[in-house]
């Protein structure tokens, strides 16, 4: 026996008008939902609206945040990361501020070694220095600092053990800080967020950038819709998952009556 999809109910078509009008899109996953389980979007688009629409932080602000989360190496959210592009637009952003976000969130891959070296440093000691070498490392922390406006003792490690690649890395890291188009406040916002993503939670970069946000003028509540923002990626299991349930259930002969949608068009972007 298989399930039957029966007309929209007048409530339905309503909540799909009303999601389209509050959030700008619809998609094969929400067009599934609406018919298994409507009540479901409904709370999301309550928590979307309170979350993306009001609070602190302006919309464009909003939306390098909801990119920089997507679009993190721990994460490559396609969707997201196209909708959240399309979002700063609308808000205003330019082609040189969206690229900044981008390079910005880009630094969270580095984590790996500054975790790895300093458990390496843990276990085993620092390598042996001559005078000369510890003074060119010296020299290293100090630009570093210049550059970025902090140090860590994190970092230590790194420029132990491969002082080279630091140089590099420095060179990498500390590109889209020069001369960027975003408020130091929203680059350290944006450290925020990639750090407290559900993909990373990395307790001492999070720790470390909201003390450089609050010094740089963010307030709580501020921080705290970063949290809120992050938190939406959750919906991501449905929007993913549900047009394969439909898919596999109707190779078993169940929801015979859903149409398999045709691909996502630009209007049509998951959030």
Same mark, same amino acid.
């Given at each position: 026996m298989t399930?039957?999809?029966?007309?929209?109910?007048?409530?339905?078509?309503?909540?799909?008008?009303?999601?389209v009008?509050?959030?700008? %899109?619809?998609?094969p996953a929400l067009? %599934?939902? @609406?018919?298994?389980?409507?009540?479901?979007i409904?709370?999301?688009?309550?928590?979307?609206n309170?979350?993306?629409?009001?609070?602190?932080?302006d919309?464009?602000t909003?939306?390098?945040?909801?990119?920089? @989360?997507?679009a993190?190496?721990?994460?490559l959210?396609?969707?997201?990361?196209?909708t959240?592009?399309n979002d700063?637009?609308?808000?205003?952003?330019?082609?040189?501020?969206i690229? $900044?976000?981008l =390079?910005?969130?880009?630094?969270?891959?580095?984590h790996a070694i500054?975790?790895?070296?300093?458990t390496l440093?843990?276990?085993?000691? *620092?390598p042996?220095?001559? !005078?000369a070498?510890?003074?060119a &490392?010296?020299a290293q922390?100090?630009e570093?600092?210049?550059?970025v406006? *902090?140090w860590?003792e994190?970092?230590?490690?790194i420029v132990?053990?491969?002082?080279?690649?630091?140089?590099?890395?420095?060179g990498? *890291?500390? %590109?889209?800080?020069t001369?960027?188009? @975003?408020? $130091?406040k929203?680059?350290?916002?944006?450290?925020?967020?990639?750090?407290?993503s559900?993909?990373?939670?990395y307790d001492e970069g999070?720790?470390l %950038?909201i003390?450089k946000a609050?010094?740089?003028g963010?307030?709580q !509540?501020?921080? &705290?819709?970063?949290?809120?923002?992050?938190s939406?990626m959750s919906?991501q299991?449905t929007? =993913?998952?549900?047009?394969?349930l439909?898919?596999?259930?109707?190779?078993?002969?169940?929801?015979?009556d859903?149409?398999?949608?045709?691909?996502?068009?630009?209007?049509?972007?998951?959030?």
């Open positions: 399930a039957e999809r029966k007309s929209l109910s007048g409530e339905q078509r309503d909540l799909k008008q009303q999601f009008d509050q959030r700008g %899109h619809w998609s067009e %599934h939902l @609406l018919s298994l389980d409507p009540g479901f409904e709370g999301y688009l309550e928590l979307a309170y979350t993306i629409d009001e609070g602190a932080l919309r464009k909003k939306a390098f945040l909801l990119l920089s @989360l997507d993190a190496t721990t994460h959210y396609r969707p997201g990361i196209r959240r592009i700063a637009f609308d808000a205003g952003a330019s082609v040189e501020e690229v $900044t976000v =390079e910005v969130a880009s630094v969270l891959g580095v500054t975790t790895g070296a300093k440093a843990d276990i085993s000691g *620092f042996e220095r001559s !005078a070498e510890a003074e &490392m010296d922390k100090r570093y600092e210049e550059r406006g *902090f860590s994190r970092l230590d490690a132990e053990y491969d002082d080279t690649f630091f140089d590099r890395w420095l990498y *890291f500390g %590109h889209p800080l001369e960027n188009p @975003l408020t $130091t929203q680059v350290e916002l944006i450290y925020v967020a990639i750090d407290v559900t993909t990373h939670l999070l720790e %950038h003390e609050l010094e740089e963010a307030t !509540a501020e921080i &705290m819709e970063v949290f809120e923002l992050a939406l919906a299991t929007f =993913e998952g549900i047009p394969i439909v898919e596999e259930a109707q190779k078993r002969g169940k929801l015979q859903f149409e398999l949608p045709e691909a996502i068009d630009g209007a049509e972007r998951e959030r």
